[in-house]
């Protein structure tokens, strides 16, 4: 995704959001002018005080799980090579939502089903996204 503007949340989430959510962000700037200008109530997790949770129901521990799966996953292959990194990720996805399934019993499910995720980002997306103002 490169450097978090205001500009890329709104074209990676926007759409997705209205009035009614509750966004639940980093400490990073741009989340918080993001939600001050779409009049989205926001919560912002600060690593570095110590608070994981907020109100005891709203925290970012699902992103930062996910992260440390994928961060896992990547590791296994020593590197990958960025022109195929999309089709990595999709792989990922593929593989994370279906762990706690048999893949025995469902392996005929699976091959079927994994040529079923769009991805919308590319190499060259994330890659060019960080000149992007």
Excluded: P
């Amino acid at each position: 995704m490169g450097r978090v503007v205001k500009t890329k949340v709104d074209g990676m989430i926007g759409s997705k959001l209205t009035s009614n959510n509750v966004l639940v962000t980093d400490a990073w700037r741009a989340y918080k002018t993001y939600a001050n200008e779409k009049g989205i109530e926001h919560y912002r997790i600060k690593s570095d005080d110590g608070k994981h949770v907020i109100k005891g129901l709203y925290h970012i521990q699902n992103v930062n799980g996910l992260h440390s799966r994928l961060k896992h996953w990547i590791h296994c292959f020593k590197g990958v090579a960025s022109k195929y990194l999309d089709n990595y990720l999709a792989w990922f996805l593929f593989v994370d939502s279906h762990s706690n399934e048999s893949t025995k019993h469902n392996i005929k499910e699976f091959l079927l089903t994994s040529f079923v995720f769009e991805m919308t980002e590319t190499y060259r997306s994330l890659r060019l996204s960080k000149f992007n103002v």
